[in-house]
């Protein structure tokens, strides 16, 4: 009992997690929280108030009339329209079976809609990054009133995400004689041109594992709605049920009445009387359809309405997450504005980004733009450009012009360096994690044009 006492006074130090942006939040937050209000709505209507009431004949008792409207709650009643005849014992009736099972399926959604999340949460804590507290230290940077709170919290957000980054780096270095055969070469450049493509190896892992998660999200808004055809039993109309909705109100129509929730019912039952068995057909008015009936009306529109921004976020994450240059474009326009580079550092931006930041570090970066703003991810960025070391972004740039004259070298020259002897194998040792020797200080000052 204790430990039940302080868990409720605990609650009040809860705090709701933010490792995505507005549009997961609208779908694992917002929308169960919608669906289980609507359950605790339908369920107090349910064992409450009366859900059902029957007309019965006259010479019914009040424990006659108890037994039917609890015999007709708990069995299927049909819906016949008072201009259609009674159906034949035998007949096909239009069974409305969904009205005891509504807090259920509307509490199975709610829980549907938050199964991405906990992919994302599980594959994401793999890795060993705690997305989440990175996200909550760079709000806590927000809202910081002393610089050396600020500082504090952005070196903390730094250093994470830079364990990180260099940690995916030194575990997934390729080594041997085959490390910079063609395989390697056409595995980096189809992840680089396609982000869900060797997403462990090239730093892809979490910007895969982020958008397959919204996919599902996508996917959980447009199977829900054929989920709800079944569970109502509209004859495959639920997927159009918001459009005739529309029209009918366009058209000045009473909207509010639909065969799909009825109000009033027929429910058959038996009574044994000794060795007779009496049937009866008896007329039940349905209250709580008042309520499924706008509950419904409401979750298509929302339904949809999530499917549509879902659509919408995944085309914007795609475009952000799969152009190399657009990506390129948005490190220099941050680190600009806090004038930390200059036109001349404009290729080892590029590098900066390609081999360093990578496209996980770049979702890292935009999603602590989405929760603590722009400023706060400019000065990560500043951080992680500091980290990266003037002496990295200068061989970065040598490596690049090594690169494109190696072609033009003669075989001797690119046998030497096979072998660990030419001045390109040393920059490529420096890159590895190699100290500086006196050999590589001679080697960069043959190249002072790109330093």
């Given at each position: 009992?204790?430990?039940?006492i302080?868990?409720?006074?605990?609650?009040?130090d809860?705090?709701?997690?933010t490792?995505?942006?507005?549009?997961?939040?609208?779908?694992?937050?917002?929308?169960?929280?919608?669906?289980?209000?609507?359950?605790?709505?339908?369920?107090?209507?349910?064992?409450?108030?009366?859900?059902?009431?029957?007309?019965?004949?006259?010479?019914?008792?009040?424990?006659?009339?108890?037994?039917a409207?609890?015999?007709?709650?708990?069995?299927?009643?049909?819906?016949?329209?008072?201009?259609?005849?009674?159906?034949?014992?035998?007949?096909?009736?239009?069974?409305?079976?969904?009205?005891?099972?509504?807090?259920?399926?509307?509490?199975?959604?709610?829980?549907?809609?938050?199964?991405?999340?906990?992919?994302?949460?599980?594959?994401?804590?793999?890795?060993?990054?705690n997305l989440?507290?990175?996200?909550?230290?760079?709000?806590?940077?927000?809202?910081a009133?002393?610089?050396?709170?600020r500082?504090?919290?952005?070196?903390?957000?730094?250093?994470?995400?830079?364990?990180?980054l260099?940690?995916?780096?030194?575990r997934?270095?390729?080594?041997?004689?085959?490390?910079?055969?063609?395989?390697?070469?056409?595995?980096?450049?189809?992840?680089?041109?396609?982000?869900?493509?060797?997403?462990?190896?090239?730093?892809?892992?979490?910007?895969?594992?982020?958008?397959?998660?919204k996919?599902?999200?996508?996917?959980?808004?447009?199977?829900?709605?054929w989920?709800?055809?079944?569970?109502?039993?509209?004859?495959?109309?639920?997927?159009?049920?918001?459009?005739?909705?529309?029209v009918?109100?366009?058209?000045?129509?009473?909207?509010?009445?639909s065969?799909?929730?009825?109000?009033?019912?027929?429910?058959?039952?038996?009574?044994r009387?000794?060795?007779?068995?009496?049937?009866?057909?008896?007329q039940?008015?349905?209250?709580?359809?008042?309520?499924?009936?706008?509950?419904?009306?409401?979750?298509?529109?929302w339904?949809?309405?999530?499917?549509?921004?879902?659509?919408?976020?995944?085309?914007?994450?795609?475009?952000?997450?799969?152009?190399?240059?657009?990506?390129?474009?948005?490190?220099?326009?941050?680190?600009?504005?806090?004038?930390?580079?200059?036109?001349?550092?404009?290729?080892a931006?590029?590098?900066?980004?390609?081999?360093?930041?990578?496209?996980?570090?770049?979702?890292?970066?935009?999603?602590?733009?989405?929760?603590a703003?722009?400023?706060?991810?400019?000065?990560v960025?500043?951080?992680?450009?500091?980290?990266?070391?003037?002496?990295?972004?200068?061989?970065?740039?040598i490596?690049?012009?090594?690169?494109?004259?190696?072609?033009?070298?003669?075989?001797?020259?690119?046998?030497?360096?096979?072998?660990?002897?030419?001045?390109?194998?040393?920059?490529?040792?420096?890159l590895?994690?190699?100290?500086?020797?006196?050999?590589?200080?001679d080697d960069?000052?043959?190249?002072?044009?790109?330093?």
């Amino acid at each position: 009992m204790d430990k039940l006492i302080k868990a409720v006074f605990q609650l009040q130090d809860f705090k709701i997690r933010t490792d995505d942006d507005f549009i997961d939040r609208l779908n694992r937050q917002y929308t169960p929280g919608v669906l289980v209000l609507f359950a605790i709505l339908i369920s107090i209507k349910q064992y409450v108030g009366d859900p059902i009431n029957c007309w019965v004949p006259a010479q019914f008792t009040s424990a006659h009339l108890s037994y039917a409207n609890t015999v007709c709650w708990v069995s299927n009643t049909y819906y016949v329209p008072f201009d259609v005849a009674m159906p034949h014992v035998n007949e096909a009736r239009h069974m409305i079976s969904y009205y005891q099972w509504v807090p259920l399926i509307l509490v199975s959604q709610a829980l549907l809609y938050f199964l991405p999340c906990l992919f994302w949460r599980f594959l994401n804590r793999r890795i060993g990054l705690n997305l989440p507290s990175i996200i909550e230290a760079s709000r806590a940077t927000q809202k910081a009133v002393f610089p050396e709170t600020r500082e504090k919290s952005i070196r903390y957000v730094v250093m994470q995400i830079d364990s990180y980054l260099t940690a995916s780096v030194r575990r997934h270095l390729p080594t041997g004689a085959h490390a910079g055969g063609w395989c390697s070469r056409f595995a980096r450049a189809l992840s680089r041109s396609w982000c869900l493509a060797c997403c462990k190896m090239y730093g892809n892992y979490l910007t895969c594992c982020y958008l397959c998660m919204k996919l599902l999200y996508l996917a959980n808004g447009i199977g829900q709605l054929w989920m709800l055809d079944v569970f109502l039993g509209f004859q495959r109309s639920y997927q159009l049920y918001g459009f005739h909705v529309l029209v009918k109100f366009l058209r000045g129509e009473d909207w509010s009445q639909s065969e799909r929730f009825p109000r009033v019912t027929l429910c058959d039952f038996q009574i044994r009387q000794q060795t007779n068995v009496h049937r009866y057909t008896v007329q039940c008015v349905l209250p709580i359809n008042l309520f499924n009936e706008k509950i419904f009306i409401f979750i298509w529109f929302w339904l949809l309405a999530m499917a549509f921004m879902s659509t919408i976020n995944i085309v914007h994450w795609l475009t952000r997450q799969t152009i190399l240059s657009t990506q390129t474009a948005y490190v220099r326009r941050q680190l600009s504005s806090m004038d930390t580079i200059n036109k001349r550092e404009h290729r080892a931006t590029r590098e900066f980004t390609e081999s360093y930041l990578r496209r996980d570090g770049l979702l890292i970066v935009r999603l602590v733009a989405n929760n603590a703003g722009g400023l706060v991810a400019a000065d990560v960025l500043h951080g992680l450009w500091t980290n990266y070391g003037p002496e990295k972004r200068g061989l970065a740039d040598i490596a690049s012009a090594a690169s494109t004259s190696r072609a033009g070298r003669s075989p001797h020259e690119i046998d030497d360096d096979a072998h660990g002897h030419g001045r390109w194998s040393r920059v490529k040792r420096f890159l590895v994690g190699g100290k500086r020797t006196p050999a590589h200080v001679d080697d960069t000052n043959t190249f002072p044009e790109d330093i």
